[in-house]
């Protein structure tokens, strides 16, 4: 079954202390890996699309990475407006959907 | 460039009522999707429309339906509420088919309340 694993549910870190949020996923049908930002109440802000093992993509203090099982959100330095809900979703061929975690939820506190 | 606009933000019906939301692509979009999250059960596929056509549905009963129009813009439509149904119900489009690897792009949502 095609699934999309998120972790840590939750994450509390001090302002400027730099950590990951992990995504994992089944291989067979992926066609990419999206990252995602929400904040409460809005809509998934689009962070990253990324296709290829080895990839990365970088946004102000967020850097994307993926290797051939999972895909890692580096988070250098941040900020309180850092904090909200990150997740991850990947569009499979096999389902003919994109399948979300269920997200990290970042607070970061000044 | 508008990204994707949702009506109405928020609204509240009641139960055995029906409701419909629109939703309007980004220009250029072909693909709008739409998906309900509540916070026990995360972001839920719903279905998604390209060409007018349906292409995939998700996991949900015959109440939740939808459409797509020649412009694109999407309308989905739920019909004998139940309170199990309170949401924010979003919309996604994408250039080309979501499964396909096309990045989706989401509108701000609406929070339909059932009481």
């Known amino acids: 079954e095609d699934q999309v694993t998120q972790s840590p549910e939750a994450l509390r870190l001090q302002e400027g202390e730099s950590s990951s949020l992990n995504c994992s996923y089944t291989v067979s049908g992926l066609r990419g890996l999206f990252w995602y930002r929400q904040d409460p109440g809005k809509g998934p802000e689009f962070l990253f699309t990324?296709?290829?093992a080895g990839e990365e993509k970088e946004k102000e203090r967020l850097k994307a990475t993926l290797t051939k099982k999972e895909s890692f959100l580096h988070i250098t330095a941040p900020k309180p407006e850092d904090s909200a809900t990150y997740l991850c979703?990947?569009?499979?061929?096999?389902?003919?959907?994109?399948?979300f975690g269920s997200g990290t939820r970042l607070s970061i506190r000044p | 460039k508008a990204g994707v606009t949702q009506t109405p933000r928020y609204l509240i019906k009641t139960r055995g009522q029906q409701v419909t939301l629109s939703c309007s692509p980004i220009s250029g979009h072909r693909s709008v999707s739409w998906y309900q999250q509540t916070p026990g059960q995360g972001l839920q596929f719903l279905f998604e429309y390209f060409s007018e056509t349906q292409r995939n549905k998700g996991n949900f009963p015959g109440r939740f339906s939808g459409r797509q129009f020649s412009n694109s813009r999407s309308e989905m439509n739920v019909s004998t509420l139940e309170l199990g149904d309170s949401a924010l119900y979003l919309c996604a489009s994408s250039l080309g088919q979501a499964h396909s690897g096309n990045t989706i792009y989401f509108g701000e949502g609406s929070w339909l309340t059932v009481v």
């Open positions: 990324l296709y290829s």
């Open positions: 979703a990947g569009p499979y061929s096999s389902a003919s959907k994109i399948i």
